[in-house]
């Protein structure tokens, strides 16, 4: 099978799979998600991936259908019916099937997974980004399905011929909180800066490996605010994702950035990649 789409105990190739129209995601985009990368059909840090999943679902009152092992053996097991040695694993409940209705009956929800063939990149190349005002909502930390904000700024990176949009809160001095679909870290002075894991950022999973990743190397972390004209002074900036696991910038705001601090930079991304190949190994 090239690629896999399951809902609610069906499967099959995702081109031939069908949802009802009543399903809450459709009106209210009423639902929470996770996806994590697989290479060699291991899934990298499903744990933390499912913490992260069940707590969003907490967060929102939606109630995921399967128990964690259950959940857990379930993409195990699908992640094995698709041909290719990576995979991107997503999966997201969504709140249930209802007419449409604003508030909701409470029950369990409808679980959605998709498994497509998806090589992560080792780094190497580095990305072009953007900046914008970040005008989404105070609920960053959940990984809801309500996109639509992310969706425009990254429509309008595509246009500008770069590959990411860093957000900044403008009315708290231009705080820079993360990117349209990844987080965003800097070094300065040959040091990790992160943006704290409050509401106005995901708590990534890739963000938290490199963090790992710096504190093994003996390099200092800072988990605190900082503001737009530091990362535009920024010896690196560096981007993470689960489908991206260590990026770094050549350019910002049409800019040229980067390469201020090498040795820590190609640490950071060996050690990223390291990781990730070790747990996923055969």
């Known amino acids: 099978m090239e690629n896999l789409g399951y809902y609610n105990g069906k499967f099959g190739p995702i081109e031939d799979m069908v949802v009802p129209m009543n399903d809450r995601v459709c009106f209210f985009g009423d639902g929470v998600y996770d996806a994590g990368p697989a290479r060699n059909f291991k899934i990298f840090a499903m744990e933390e991936h499912l913490d992260r999943f069940f707590n969003s679902a907490r967060l929102t009152d ?10 857990r053996d379930l993409l195990n097991d699908l992640v094995k019916k698709v041909d290719a040695p990576e995979h991107f694993v997503y999966y997201q409940c969504t709140r249930g099937t209802a007419p449409r209705k604003h508030d909701y009956v409470e029950g369990p929800g409808n679980l959605w997974v998709t498994i ?5 990149p080792d780094g190497t190349q580095r990305i072009k980004l953007r900046s914008e005002p970040d005008t989404r909502f105070f609920h960053c930390n959940i990984k809801t399905l ?16 770069v590959q990411e949009t860093v957000f900044y809160r403008a009315e708290m001095g231009n705080r820079v909180t993360e990117c349209a679909h990844s987080n965003v870290s800097i070094i300065l002075n040959d040091e990790l800066w992160t943006a704290p894991t409050d509401n106005l950022i995901l708590p990534g999973i890739a963000r938290k490996h490199l963090i790992k990743a710096a504190n093994k190397l003996g390099i200092p972390v800072h988990e605190e605010p900082y503001d737009l004209d530091t990362l535009r002074g920024a010896q690196e900036i560096i981007v993470t994702s689960s489908s991206n696991l260590c990026l770094f910038a050549e350019e910002f705001e049409g800019n040229p950035c980067g390469g201020g601090s090498p040795e820590v930079a190609e640490s950071l991304r060996a050690e990223v990649n390291r990781e990730f190949a070790e747990a996923t190994a055969l």
């Open 146 to 161: 309500n996109l639509l904000p992310a969706v425009m700024s990254s429509q309008a990176a595509k246009r500008e011929g």
């Open 116 to 120: 497509t063939p998806q090589v992560m």
């Open 62 to 71: 939606i109630q995921i259908p399967l128990s964690r092992d259950e959940l």
